[in-house]
């Protein structure tokens, strides 16, 4: 647990062609703000289109990042906090990839990914990762993703039936396990 004058902060990166306002990012974000978090779910339209070399800097520039933040990233947000939680020079409390990956899921490009990782770093600078992904997800961003990551990293990987918990078509607006999860 966090000091008592320590504020926990959590920030919740979107997926591709996502807004801050769709799936389960708001509800989200009120239910930890009950909590006591200060929470970003920040815009980033240039997320997956904008090579990361190009546009991670920005994302790095707009975030303070410390021992009491928990990161939460859906799809190719959850792509991001790769490249993140990479370059960081803290260790946050908690990464939650959400439909994450970390080689191409499809056919499609995908901007967000790298070439290669520094895995040790990425461990380094989180203590407790979860991968939440799931057998039928129409994208690829399955539990094979969620368990490549896993093997790297260690961590905690959740395998459910959710499609890719929330798209254009398919609703998901409240998310009760991320909740519980996230402490």
């Not at 090579?51 to 410390?66: E, G, M, R, S, Y």
């Not at 398919?170 to 996230?182: G, H, S």
Request: net charge negative.
């Amino acid at each position: 647990m966090p000091h008592e004058n320590a504020r926990r902060n959590a920030v919740i990166f979107h997926g591709t062609g996502a807004r801050p306002e769709v799936c389960w990012y708001p509800w989200l974000g009120r239910r930890l703000t009950e909590r006591g978090y200060a929470v970003e779910i920040p815009h980033y339209p240039g997320l997956n289109v904008e090579p990361i070399a190009a546009f991670l800097p920005k994302v790095l520039a707009n975030h303070k990042f410390d021992e009491h933040t928990v990161l939460i990233g859906h799809s190719g947000g959850a792509a991001l906090l790769l490249a993140l939680l990479e370059r960081i020079d803290v260790t946050v409390a908690q990464a939650f990839l959400v439909a994450g990956y970390s080689t191409k899921p499809n056919t499609g490009e995908e901007p967000v990914l790298q070439e290669t990782y520094d895995w040790a770093a990425i461990k380094a600078h989180v203590r407790d990762p979860y991968f939440i992904n799931s057998r039928v997800d129409p994208y690829g961003c399955d539990d094979r993703q969620g368990r490549a990551m896993f093997d790297r990293l260690g961590g905690t990987q959740i395998v459910r039936d959710d499609g890719h918990f929330g798209d254009h078509d398919q609703p998901y607006d409240t998310f009760e396990l991320l909740d519980r999860l996230i402490g």
